[in-house]
């Protein structure tokens, strides 16, 4: 009884885990057409592009003028870049003066 129970609780938990795996995905394939993206792959490569598409087992993005077709288990990390215009440049000033040696 105790082994059935064990059993029936680590599949559980497995169960949540797997769920939880594919709810990170979910914002990659939400994104907008042409969202500009970094993409660290485990074999330690860095890829940079405009997103196209996604689906559960790839992702696609144009780069240098042709698309490129990442495998998702291939995918460490997706970083959205974001553009200059949304920072403010004062405190980006102030920022970078505060670290600055004079």
Known sequence: MRAH?????????LSAGVQAQE???DPVQALKVGT???IE???GRTAHGRWESADDARLIVRARGRSLEIPRSAI????????RRYFDRKRARRFCDWGRVR
């Not at 129970?5 to 938990?13: P, Q, R």
């Not at 460490?76 to 553009?83: K, N, R």
């Open 5 to 13: 129970l064990c059993l029936l609780i680590c599949g559980l938990f």
């Open 41 to 43: 792959q485990r074999a």
């Open 23 to 25: 709810s990170a995905w």
């Open 36 to 38: 500009r993206l970094i």
């Open 76 to 83: 460490a990390e997706v970083d959205q870049v974001i553009p």
